[in-house]
């Protein structure tokens, strides 16, 4: 601390409040960034302070601020829902069991099986292909 008084005018003072108003630093802060006791500026906050300056809580801007609240807390809990979701997800298809059971690579077994099958119904759709043939009638 200097042994030094300072002193302003009351103009410097005014614009020094308003600078403090505009600003969403602490008072602390700027106390230091302005080189002035916080406990000074706390002074002249209530000597000069101006309300024109700082936003004033209108009923309709407290319906707009409401509004968003809302519509914020209908977002949080879509959000809270969907990851609830994506959780119960990640659990289903992290199990082992699932994802031996629906996403196996076939073998070469199944392979083989498979077209066995497969030449067997070419097979039964060529023989479908030829008309029928008349079953011969036995006279006896």
Not at 53 to 59: F, N, R
Not at 116 to 127: A, F, K, P, V
Not at 131 to 136: D, F, M, V
Request: glycine fraction near 2%; charged fraction near 30%.
């Amino acid at each position: 601390m200097s042994g030094t008084r300072r002193s302003y005018n009351e103009e410097y003072k005014k614009q020094t409040v308003k600078y403090i108003q505009e600003q969403t630093k602490t008072v602390a802060e700027l106390a230091l960034e302005l080189d002035i006791p916080a406990k000074t500026l706390h002074q002249w906050l209530g000597k000069y302070r101006s309300f024109q300056s700082e936003p004033i809580a209108t009923p309709d801007k407290v319906r707009e601020l409401e509004r968003q609240l809302k519509e914020r807390d209908q977002q949080v809990a879509d959000l809270t829902e969907e990851m609830a979701i994506l959780k119960k997800a990640v659990h289903i298809f992290s199990n082992p069991v699932y994802r031996r059971s629906s996403l196996r690579v076939p073998s070469g077994e199944d392979v083989q099986r498979l077209s066995g099958i497969t030449e067997r119904l070419l097979q039964m759709e060529n023989s479908e292909a030829q008309p029928p043939s008349r079953p011969q009638s036995v006279t006896a």
